[in-house]
């Protein structure tokens, strides 16, 4: 778990310039969310496209040539450190900052696992037992697990 975190902690930056809010990278679906507005792959499926409840499928745009750099400059931040993320949401503040992130990891069929980057973050929520678990990682990070059912 913590051999995770160094991995992930490059990427902080290529979000941040991008302003990337949301990143999905599977198979069947990749989309990203940043400054440049939102692309997806894939308009057909009603779980690939998770921008908010004011967004339909059918209004998100195809990749551009620009989204298409975006989301690669994304996977190859974390390709090249090793890690295998599939879903990335993020915060900023007013000035662009990157206030929070979290990772969703590749993990078994019905785990999830998620390193949640948030500086100074408070008290962790508590446990569902048999259902979700936070694990304090260090003073910026912490780790969810999830089994979904």
């Known amino acids: 778990m913590h051999d995770t975190v160094?991995?992930?902690?490059?990427?902080?930056?290529?979000l941040e310039?991008?302003?990337?809010?949301?990143?999905r990278n599977q198979d069947w679906c990749k989309n990203i969310g940043y400054s440049g507005g939102i692309f997806t792959?894939?308009?057909?499926?009603?779980?690939?496209?998770?921008f908010g409840p004011d967004v339909e499928d059918e209004d998100i745009p195809a990749f551009t040539p620009e989204a298409s750099?975006?989301?690669?400059?994304?996977?190859?931040?974390?390709?090249?450190?090793?890690v295998s993320v599939r879903i990335i949401s993020a915060h900023f503040d007013e000035e662009g900052a990157l206030i929070a992130a979290a990772f969703t990891i590749e993990a078994g069929q019905r785990d999830g696992w998620v390193y949640a980057y948030q500086p100074g973050y408070e008290p962790l929520p508590e446990d569902i037992p048999t259902q979700t678990r936070y694990t304090p990682?260090?003073?910026d990070w912490y780790f969810i697990w999830d089994e979904w059912m």
């Open 6 to 14: 160094p991995r992930l902690e490059p990427s902080l930056s290529t």
């Open 17 to 23: 310039a991008l302003r990337v809010t949301e990143y």
């Open 41 to 50: 792959d894939n308009n057909e499926s009603s779980t690939c496209n998770l």
């Open 69 to 82: 750099q975006a989301f690669e400059e994304v996977a190859s931040a974390l390709s090249e450190k090793g």
């Open 137 to 139: 990682i260090n003073a």
